[in-house]
Antibody
Framework: QVQLQESGPGLVKPSETLSLTCTVS????????WSWIRQSPTKGLEWIGY???????SYNPSLKSRVSMSIDMTKNQFSLRLNSVTAADTAVYYC??????????????WGQGTPVTVS | DIQMTQFPSSLSASVGDRVTVTCRAS??????LNWYQHKPGRAPKLLIY???SLQSGVPSRFSGAGSGTDFTLTINSLQPEDFATYYC?????????FGQGTRVEI
């Protein structure tokens, strides 16, 4: 059974860079979309972006200027960097796996989430 | 950007009720539409993928329907463990988006 685990600082200062890593176990990273999603205290789920196993990326247009994602299949890890953070970036950050199915793409496995506070 | 709009934003229901949540896309997403259940302090859980396919292990009281721009999630005979927030999500475009959520309360 695939498992995902987020790691990284729980506290980031304003204007600095938020960096998180997700470690994947139990399955290959090949052929999947490796995603980051967040939920701020007063909002719903917000898709941040994904890095495909090939290394190609897609980001939320509202965050695109500040986001970068990368993947290291030799370490079974993928990463998120969000720069110039503000209090509005305070949220629980989830890493997740997206898979291709007939007539769709789904997010079928999630990490437990890691809270990040900008202060 | 494809915008996803859910309604209602919240609803009150009782155990045993049938509940329907609606999701509308700002443009067609064909069947690239998923539904998730989210409880506080837990990771979201995939319920329905490709608009109407039940994820493995999810009770059959959950069902999804629709294609194009209009979709529904139905919960037949609501159970105590079903009180949660439900999100639709499109993966048709390369920029995925979630609806704003529907909170199902007792």
């Amino acid at each position: 059974q695939v498992q995902l685990q987020e790691s990284g600082p729980g506290l980031v200062k304003p204007s600095e860079t938020l960096s998180l890593t997700c470690t994947v176990s139990g399955d290959s990273m090949r052929s999947y979309y490796w995603s980051w999603i967040r939920q701020s205290p007063t909002k719903g789920l917000e898709w941040i972006g994904y890095v495909y196993y090939s290394g190609s990326t897609s980001y939320n247009p509202s965050l695109k200027s500040r986001v970068s994602m990368s993947i290291d299949m030799t370490k079974n890890q993928f990463s998120l960097r969000l720069n110039s953070v503000t209090a509005a970036d305070t949220a629980v950050y989830y890493c997740a796996r997206g898979s291709i199915v007939a007539a769709g793409r789904r997010i079928d496995h999630w990490g437990q989430g890691t809270p990040v506070t900008v202060s | 950007d494809i915008q996803m709009t859910q309604f209602p934003s919240s609803l009150s229901a009782s155990v045993g009720d049938r509940v329907t949540v609606t999701c509308r896309a700002s443009q067609t997403v064909t069947t690239f539409l998923n539904w998730y259940q989210h409880k506080p302090g837990r990771a979201p859980k995939l319920l329905i993928y490709a608009a109407s396919s039940l994820q493995s292990g999810v009770p059959s009281r959950f069902s999804g329907a629709g294609s194009g721009t209009d979709f529904t999630l139905t919960i037949n005979s609501l159970q105590p463990e079903d009180f949660a927030t439900y999100y639709c999500q499109q993966s048709y475009s390369n920029s995925w988006t979630f609806g704003q959520g529907t909170r199902v309360e007792i």
